[in-house]
């Protein structure tokens, strides 16, 4: 991997658009970055710019969660390769990219060797709480996900199923900007009724888990179901680092919260977490 340091991406403006799981941000991606006058987005594995996705694949086209939740970070080396490149011969001057928490947001940027992000927009400011609320039952009630990409590009590059096209008018003094979004089932959310086994999840806890800093080993993982949802308990042996244990603590539970919610469409009710320090001598 290339250096970071050494990047010509060094210069590029990066702003993280984040929000949970189902509450509307991919269909407010275009909306923010042309109110910031931001030249790409980064959702879900594409790099879009008004409508036309211009390089990528799409995590929602993935046929099961580990290989979604692996193409939203870029972990496969060609599809990292492949829009790190084009990210090198375009040089955008600012970029979107749109994650469930500050550390997705991160880890993206890092694997695509982008500065970390300076500013963080969230989705209650510009959503409000009917709207994100009206998304989270779509999301729970129809298993439909929105991608900020025109309906023809999504129908070359889309393994799923079509479920609808949207249009958003935007206004602005000097004209008028149209914004395209599909709508569209992922090909692991729409075969049939989908049953999760606990396991599944506390597999994915551990992995977002063991993706944050100064986390030096999982001790132990359980999930449980509860009513309407799920709720998760996690043990973690950290290591001393430039943040306290409790800031640490706070970073798992969101980072795990809204990355397990969105690949699985499951309510997250709670994530406990009890954090042990590591000892230096420990394995």
Do not use: W
């Not at 959702?43 to 694949?57: A, E, S």
């Not at 972990?75 to 500050?102: M, N, Q, W």
């Not at 506390?202 to 449980?224: G, M, N, P, S």
């Amino acid at each position: 991997m290339r250096d970071g340091k050494d990047s010509v991406l060094i210069d590029v403006y990066v702003i993280a658009f984040i929000g949970p799981a189902g509450t509307g941000k991919s269909q407010r991606a275009q909306y923010v970055a042309y109110k910031r006058g931001v030249d790409l987005i980064i959702d879900d594995g594409l790099v879009v710019k008004k409508g036309q996705m211009l390089c990528g694949k799409s995590a929602k086209a993935e046929r099961n969660l580990v290989s979604a939740i692996r193409r939203a970070l870029f972990e496969f080396p060609d599809h990292r390769r492949e829009v790190r490149d084009f990210l090198e011969r375009t040089k955008p001057g600012s970029v979107l990219i749109i994650a469930t928490s500050e550390g997705m947001a991160r880890t993206i940027a890092k694997n695509l060797v982008l500065p970390e992000p300076k500013e963080f927009i969230r989705i209650e400011d510009v959503a409000t709480p009917e709207e994100i609320n009206q998304a989270r039952e779509e999301r729970l009630r129809a298993k439909r996900h929105v991608i900020p990409i025109s309906h023809a590009h999504v129908r070359k590059n889309f393994a799923g199923k079509l479920v609808s096209h949207l249009k958003a008018l935007l206004s602005s003094p000097d004209n008028l900007l149209e914004e395209e979004r599909t709508v569209v089932n992922p090909p692991f959310s729409f075969y049939g009724q989908l049953q999760i086994d606990p396991s599944v999840v506390e597999q994915l806890a551990v992995y977002f888990a063991k993706r944050t800093a100064q986390v030096k080993k999982i001790e132990e993982v359980k999930a449980k179901p509860e009513e309407d949802g799920v709720a998760l308990s996690i043990g973690v042996v950290l290591d001393k680092g430039p943040s306290s244990f409790l800031a640490v603590g706070q970073q798992l539970k969101q980072r795990i919260a809204s990355a397990v919610g969105y690949f699985t469409g499951l309510e997250i009710k709670r994530v406990d977490i009890l954090i042990r320090r590591g000892d230096k001598n420990e394995a």
